[in-house]
């Protein structure tokens, strides 16, 4: 396994009366297991969603196996220090997600769903403007980076940040999550964390810094228009489900459909919470879109692969990739990683006996009906890591 430290500190003077929950644990030096945080980089908290534009779709991520220094302490190895300025803040961006979320799935023992932000407020609000014919007053910038919901039922909201200048950027990365995590106002009985997790990387070599996990609670804009009380808990988890199976449907292979399950239903009034891309695919025809994805699936079924995790029969895709560079090496004693990702066999054949204009009507009927049970597990020995989404999708690493 990969596993190193990394200090976790609080900013409390933003949390409610100054105080950090108990539930969130406490400051000091903690340790971070980087297969699984990178596993579920690349196969739950996807940075962007899941089109077939994401780079997680090509298992971009697992070049950042060689940005890991071989110290102790998490640093970034000079050859990462030294990219361009752009991909040095998609590294930043990237590892900061893959540190945060792992770090607070440990901290909430574990997520029952987690799902893109955006993608969420466009589909939870669909339905709030059909009854109070309002139109949003805010946009893509103003949702946060995941919507997550705990195995006790709580909803969090998550923005995530990450650096490699220092703590001052930081801090001000952090300040800019009040925007983000303003989209969405949870009601008290079910609320959980709305956070900000910044992630600072040091870079390996003599320097004044050490990587950080710093957490903020910054207040609530008061323009958030998605509130999800008590009696939209079941809206908002079926949302959850249908985002999840299209995530499961994208990481296999299955564009057009997963792309259908991850926009609203129609563009109505929502403004600019949906991409130029999604707002074009909704003036076309439904009858249409469903032929496509039709087409797509029966097509792609002679080229998924047969994979299997515990009794659970998937289809997917594998990839075999050689890690650049001695660090990994050191690091784990491995040079190769398989990957393997599939979605539930019964799901693939379940949809593609559906003929071509009820195709996504099936999918949907999948979403109400399919026993999903829900909850991402994740696990690792010293040679693999897997990780779950419920009995629908599962992704494997194995190193060699």
């Known amino acids: 396994m990969l596993i190193k430290s990394i200090g976790v ?16 644990g406490a400051a000091g030096v903690q340790n971070i297991n980087l297969w699984e945080a990178l596993l579920m ?11 077939p534009a994401s780079p997680a779709r090509y ?17 970034i190895t000079k050859p990462f220090q030294d990219l361009d300025p752009h991909q040095k803040t998609i590294l930043s961006d ?14 909430l ?24 014919r309002t139109t949003p007053k805010v946009g893509q910038g103003k949702c946060p980076d995941f919507v997550v919901r705990d195995k006790n039922g709580l ?48 870079g390996e070599g003599p320097n004044n810094m050490a990587s950080e996990i710093r957490i903020v609670d910054p207040k609530p804009d008061p323009e958030a228009y998605a509130v999800i009380n008590q009696n939209g808990i079941e809206r908002a988890k079926r949302i959850t489900r249908r985002l999840s199976l299209a995530r499961a449907l994208g990481q296999a292979g299955i564009d057009r459909l997963s792309e259908e399950l991850s926009i609203p239903s129609r563009a109505g009034e929502l403004g600019n919470l949906l991409s130029a891309s999604e707002k074009y695919r909704l003036t076309r025809p439904l009858s249409d879109r469903a032929d496509e994805a039709a087409f797509e699936l029966k097509d792609s079924l002679s080229s998924l692969m047969r ?15 050689s890690i650049s560079g001695p660090d990994f090496k050191k690091n784990t004693g491995f040079t ?14 379940y949809l593609a006996e559906a003929d071509a204009r009820s195709v996504i009507n099936a999918a949907e009927d999948l979403v109400d009906n399919f026993d999903i049970h829900e909850g991402v597990d994740i696990s690792s020995n010293e040679y693999s890591a897997v990780i779950k989404q419920g009995d629908f999708f599962f992704a494997r690493m194995k190193f060699q």
């Open 9 to 24: 500190s609080f900013d409390s003077k933003t949390f409610p009366k100054k105080k950090v929950p108990p539930s969130l």
């Open 41 to 51: 980089l690349g196969e739950t908290t996807i940075p962007g969603g899941n089109t």
């Open 59 to 75: 298992w971009a991520w697992i070049r950042y196996f060689s940005a890991i220094g071989i110290d102790p302490d998490l640093v």
């Open 94 to 107: 990237d590892m900061g997600v893959a540190i945060s979320m792992r770090w607070l799935f440990d901290r």
């Open 109 to 132: 023992g574990g997520f029952s769903s987690v799902v893109d932000g955006r993608r969420f407020v466009a589909q939870y609000t669909q339905h709030q403007i059909k009854k109070k």
């Open 155 to 202: 909803w969090h909201i998550i923005e995530c940040k990450g650096t490699q200048s220092d703590k001052s950027f930081l801090n001000k990365q952090l300040r800019l999550a009040t925007q983000q995590k303003s989209g969405i106002k949870i009601k008290k009985n079910i609320r959980g964390h709305s956070l900000g997790v910044g992630v600072l990387l040091a």
């Open 307 to 321: 994979l299997e995790s515990g009794n659970t029969q998937y289809l997917g895709r594998s990839a075999v990739f």
């Open 336 to 349: 190769t990683v398989t990957i393997e990702q599939g979605i539930n066999k019964y799901v693939v054949d």
